[in-house]
């Protein structure tokens, strides 16, 4: 395209075709009677939704200005995994790249299309954004908005700007999927359901960690998860163990039953999957063969003092591990055959191997915790011998009768304690070919899908059925969703919404379950008094029948005296002061029969508070 | 225009001149001390530093996502190929593929950068010169593809759009449509700049042989781009080592001979029309799918020890940026290699020696210097 440019000087009289402009219309916008409308996607001054706002402070943490700080509004009440701290901008400083927005997890923080502010007090350009939803005062509609006097204080309703978009978003909202054991194949068996991440698989989950730390405040044991899950990230999980160790020491248990609270605060759960934490954990509990090596604990010198711990569950085995190493002599009693408590006979050997179990109770034996198994307190050893011996005593009995409904013929049905504590350290349970458990929490869950499984193996290619019945009808089911899900990928029949009515027997033979349609399960108070209409019936046939509606404790082995003097909470909660102390001096508890959470991770921080109070009492004496 | 340093009276006397940075004359926080005896230059010192702001060193201390509200601001006239390099950069440090539909995005966007940015040295060239309605149409339209910008992302004029693994957001509903028109609509004017400014005879006389170079000359000073083109030499990043989706489509590289300022303003005017006709045919050619390749979470982001030069061809020649990581969650070393360095203070020098005084702008803008460019 080379032109020679000697050829074209042009004409002077050329410029005079410029005249023909003078007869146009002019293009300069006579502002303000003729404003130009924003774009769609302006990044103009800030809106955020208070309501969905979680206060994670991903937005301060992004900005390369530092234009944001997050402050504490006090009026804001909290839900357990938020903060009540809001993003408070500084236009000042502020360079509107929108980085802010990209990063918010729940898409309270976007930019609006104003972008007038004018006034004499600089103070008026640090501000709190919120938007009409939560300021309705500032956020005028087109009649009450006059582009004369925009200003922070004066803005259009409506006029959402530069938002965020999950395709576009900073962080990965999809998780790294577990490798699991298809619900064909591990119906069958009693193999272990989740195969846990690989090395190059959890640094990539453990990537996805934003650092807000909701979940630490959501966890009830206030793990350093965020501390925990970088190390992962930097491929050090000798370090990770460590932090985990600060406030749980059954971190295989843990890492394959935790409730994860942390889960549902994640920050990542607002519009995508959850951070793993629960398998990251578990991840780093399996991939350190020895944890002794790894902690690389000291212990401090001996007190002489002496405490007994009386359940070897979570709460038991995690009072016993702080205890020791506050340098107390710790004997744990327990009635079953190894460590664990509940988590030894409950959960299913496909959710939790006894191998996994006995890891981290060897670990805490290691450290110089004795442990008395096969041995009944109240029958074996004597409990006021026991409070005579030892400085303090820490109940963390758990529950450990199963409950019944108590209907017409139910002395023929199984309970749900015995059935999965036989499968599990015992000889299998005969089950029957159709079987019906009444429940639906997590423990009707692990029965039925424990039947199923022992349905499979007892009558292999024969038709067989598992289906559950429970009060709580869809939505209301006291399982969480996992579980749910799980159940019904292998199989399992629900029946929600329906009440037993009574057992159907023939020749001392269970035929059935007569049910009855439920109205409502709670009363207007909340509490649990469940209505049915007598009318509508329905019969559910089945040879085998499992209760699995709750346990209770068994306080029996406490002298009558002795449990006279014991609180207990409008709940039916062993009452316990600030440091665990039950109302039995020295005795302190924890665990199922202190928290209503009844799970592992709120009786490890049952366990941390009792530790805290037992070694303050013992160092006073 | 201050004076200094009387040496001889009479119209033999050697002056020392300050010219910029506040003066008619120039654009930019810029400043040229000139040696000068009667109307003639002598010597000339070109005076960067006004807008020095650091940019190199800050980014050091921001991971590598908040660096992309900063490069940005490098230049202000046309910050969207310093986004490109950053990422271009970021993505060989990284490994970090880019989507097939990205790099046609990023073309159109950055040739539209380009008529941007070319309009606004029209306005700058034909505003020294005293061209003022030429200036203003040149205004008018370089506002015009702001628009589209604003529309695309967001932003007017520090967009914040090239990422590293694609662009932060697809075209929205319409908007190849409004390309398309808003092209249209400036080609539409084409007539009337040429007849009243390229094609006029006053400036073809005021800018005909000046600030003249040899090819020899403009090679050994370093010019690339317009000063290089207009010299004769069809050297354009783009065609060298072609990246983004240039290698997609046809196109040629405008090339003049006589390399003065009146061949370096038409290579300009043939480049802005020769990036509408490749933005249509970008358009055309735009497959569908993605535009981002998502990147690591911001706050873990570590790119692997290493070291990358990369370089594009931005309006006013090859912008160059050698980037070191050390492994961690921010550059250890950047650096800009930018078009405006040598022609603002190795050439300028060189063609202001025995120019006149009334041509100083005009060599200057002519060579396309931005001043924050020098500085950075």
Avoid at chain 1, 266 to 279: I, K, P
Avoid at chain 1, 289 to 297: R, S, V
Avoid at chain 2, 39 to 48: F, G, S, V
Wanted: glycine share 8%; aromatic share 10%.
């Amino acid at each position: 395209m080379k032109e020679k440019t000697t050829d074209k000087k042009g004409s002077i009289l050329s410029p005079f075709k410029a005249v023909n402009y003078l007869f146009k219309k002019p293009r300069t916008l006579r502002y303000p009677f003729e404003p130009k409308e924003p774009a769609l996607r302006y990044r103009g001054f800030h809106l955020n939704d208070w309501n969905k706002c979680t206060g994670c402070g991903n937005c301060a943490d992004i900005c390369p200005n530092e234009a944001i700080t997050m402050v504490e509004i006090p009026d804001i009440e909290t839900k357990p995994g938020e903060k009540n701290e809001r993003p408070k901008l500084d236009y000042g400083r502020c360079c509107f790249c929108g980085l802010c927005v990209d990063i918010c997890p729940p898409a309270s923080l976007r930019l609006s299309r104003d972008y007038f502010h004018i006034h004499f007090d600089t103070n008026t350009f640090t501000f709190f954004p919120k938007d009409e939803k939560t300021d309705k005062e500032h956020f005028l509609g087109s009649e009450q908005y006059s582009i004369l006097k925009a200003s922070l204080s004066h803005r259009k309703e409506g006029y959402e700007g530069f938002t965020s978009d999950l395709e576009y978003s900073l962080f990965e909202p999809q998780r790294v999927s577990m490798p699991e054991v298809p619900p064909e194949e591990r119906k069958l068996s009693f193999i272990e359901q989740v195969i846990g991440y690989s090395k190059k698989e959890a640094e990539k989950e453990a990537s996805r960690c934003l650092e807000c730390k909701l979940c630490e405040q959501a966890c009830p044991a206030h793990l350093k998860i965020s501390d925990y899950i970088k190390a992962i990230y930097e491929g050090r999980p000798g370090e990770s163990l460590k932090k985990i160790f600060e406030d749980n020491p059954i971190p295989a248990i843990c890492g394959r039953v935790c409730m994860k609270y942390c889960e549902s605060a994640c920050s990542l759960s607002m519009r995508g999957e959850a951070l793993a934490v629960r398998w990251l954990k578990r991840f780093v509990a399996d991939s350190i063969k020895d944890y002794k090596t790894a902690l690389e604990l000291k212990l401090t010198e001996p007190t002489g003092k002496r405490v007994a711990v009386i359940g070897a569950g979570p709460s038991g085995l995690s009072v016993a591990y702080f205890l020791t190493l506050k340098g107390h002599k710790v004997v744990v009693f327990d009635s079953l055959p190894g460590g664990g408590g509940m988590m030894r006979v409950g959960p299913p050997i496909y959710r939790l191997p006894i191998e996994a179990i006995d890891k981290d109770v060897n670990h805490i034996a290691s450290l110089g915790v004795e442990f008395r198994f096969n041995t009944t307190v109240g029958k074996d050893v004597l409990f006021e011998n026991i409070l005579k011996e030892y400085d303090a005593i820490y109940l963390s009995i758990g529950t450990t009768v199963s409950r019944s409904t108590k209907v017409k013929n139910i002395d023929k049905a199984h309970l749900a304690l015995p059935f999965l504590k036989a499968n599990k350290i015992a000889e299998p349970v005969k089950v029957g070919k159709e079987v019906i458990v009444i429940g639906g929490g997590n423990v009707a869950m692990d029965v039925a899908r424990e039947a199923l499984r022992l349905q499979y193996l007892q009558y292999p290619n024969e038709e067989v059925v598992t289906k559950t019945v429970s009060l709580e009808d869809w939505g209301q089911l006291p399982a969480t969703e996992d579980e749910i899900e799980e159940a019904k990928a292998e199989g399992i029949q629900f029946n929600p919404a329906w009440g037993p009515k009574q057992v159907e027997v023939e020749d001392g033979k269970i035929k059935g379950l007569l049910c009855i349609k439920v109205k409502s399960v709670f009363d207007e108070k909340g509490q649990f008094n469940p209505t049915f209409y007598e009318q509508q019936q329905m019969f559910m046939e089945g040879d085998m029948i499992i209760e699995a509606i709750g346990q209770a404790p068994d306080f029996a082995f406490i002298p009558k005296e002795l449990f006279e003097k014991m609180e207990f909470t409008p709940q039916r909660k062993v009452k316990v002061d600030e440091n665990g102390m039950t109302s039995i001096p020295r005795v302190f508890a924890g665990g199922d029969i202190v928290n209503l959470n009844l799970d592992a991770v709120t009786a490890i921080a049952d366990a941390k508070t009792s530790a805290e109070g037992i070694h303050k009492m013992l160092c006073k004496k | 225009m201050s004076v200094t340093n009387t040496k001889k009276a009479g119209s033999t006397r050697q002056l020392e001149l300050y010219f910029g940075p506040q003066h008619l004359g120039m654009v930019g926080n810029f400043s040229i001390t000139l040696k000068v005896e009667g109307d003639r230059i002598l010597e000339a010192t070109a005076n960067p530093g006004y807008l020095h702001r650091g940019f190199e060193k800050l980014m050091e201390y921001r991971t590598w996502i908040q660096n992309f509200p900063l490069v940005c601001r490098i230049n202000v006239v046309e910050p969207d190929h310093i986004e490109m390099i950053y990422a271009m950069a970021v993505e060989k440090l990284a490994q970090i593929e880019v989507p097939e539909r990205a790099h046609f995005v990023r073309s159109i966007y950055l040739e539209l950068a380009r008529v941007g940015s070319h309009l606004f040295g029209l306005w700058a060239y034909a505003n020294m010169l005293g061209f003022d309605t030429v200036a203003q149409w040149a205004m008018y339209h370089r506002d015009l593809i702001l628009d589209l910008f604003e529309e695309l992302t967001g932003g007017r004029v520090y967009h914040i759009y090239i990422w590293p693994g694609g662009v932060r957001r697809d075209f929205p509903t319409g908007f190849k449509e409004k390309v398309v028109n808003t092209l249209h609509s400036i080609g539409g004017c084409v007539p009337d700049y040429d007849a009243t400014f390229f094609n006029n005879r006053l400036f073809y006389e005021r800018a005909k042989e000046i600030g003249k170079l040899t090819l020899q000359q403009a090679k050994q000073w370093g010019a690339t781009g317009q000063t290089l083109r207009a010299a004769g030499m069809p050297y354009d990043i783009r065609k060298v080592e072609p990246y983004a989706a240039y290698d997609k489509v046809e196109w040629n590289v405008p090339v003049r001979e006589d390399s003065d300022a009146y061949s370096r303003v038409w290579v300009i005017r043939d480049e802005m029309i020769e990036s509408v006709h490749m933005i249509f045919k970008l358009l055309d050619a735009m497959p569908e799918g993605p535009v981002y390749n998502r990147i690591p979470n911001p706050f873990k982001w570590k790119i692997p020890k290493g070291e990358a030069y990369v370089r594009c061809e931005s309006s006013r020649g090859e912008l160059g940026l050698y980037l070191v990581s050390d492994g961690g969650d921010k550059p250890y070393r950047v650096h800009f290699r930018t078009p405006s360095y040598p022609n603002g203070l190795i050439i300028l020098e060189k063609l202001l020696e025995n120019a006149s005084i009334a041509d100083v702008g005009n060599i200057m803008i002519s060579l396309y210097t931005v001043a924050p460019e020098i500085d950075r």
